[in-house]
């Protein structure tokens, strides 16, 4: 209840995250392709921070009489429509086989407590983690050519 009061100001993490990240690519050797396509990341990085925020506000103000899980996805697992949410499904090729890079938006879950004294605990599924897939990057950066087989094997 406290957090809902006593919200701090979001003006500049936006910017100090894209600064960062983009720091962060750099020491990676990532280059970017374009400066359209920087501006594109912006944006896309922007719609990110929206679900961020979304889930800061879920887990500290909205629900306050639950224990609840957050569920990410580990870098180089394979996408699971069912289990985890595309942050970008446009222009993606149905059927074919995808790996996770990177999870953008946390998936909350709901402890059950058992409904038997010897029960184990249940979970409820409250939001779906976003994801973001292998394809949808390189269409953006290239990644460098050390770092190919490593990623694809879910290594960094």
Do not use: C
Request: net charge negative; no cysteine; hydrophobic share 40%.
């Amino acid at each position: 209840m406290t957090r809902a009061q006593l919200r701090p100001e979001t003006n500049t993490w936006l910017i100090e995250l894209n600064r960062e990240l983009r720091e962060v690519l750099m020491t990676a050797f990532w280059q970017v392709k374009s400066e359209d396509a920087l501006r594109s990341f912006d944006a896309r990085l922007e719609a990110i921070f929206k679900y961020v925020l979304n889930i800061r506000m879920a887990i500290g103000e909205e629900v306050t009489s639950a224990d609840i899980e957050v569920r990410v996805v580990p870098p180089g697992s394979p996408f699971n429509k069912a289990q985890m949410e595309d942050e970008y499904p446009e222009d993606k090729p149905e059927g074919q086989p995808e790996v996770v890079i990177a999870t953008t938006g946390m998936g909350l879950w709901r402890v059950v407590p058992p409904s038997a004294p010897n029960g184990s605990l249940a979970y409820a599924h409250i939001l779906s983690p976003k994801i973001v897939l292998e394809s949808t990057m390189t269409t953006y950066v290239e990644r460098p050519a050390a770092s190919k087989s490593a990623w694809q094997d879910g290594r960094d």
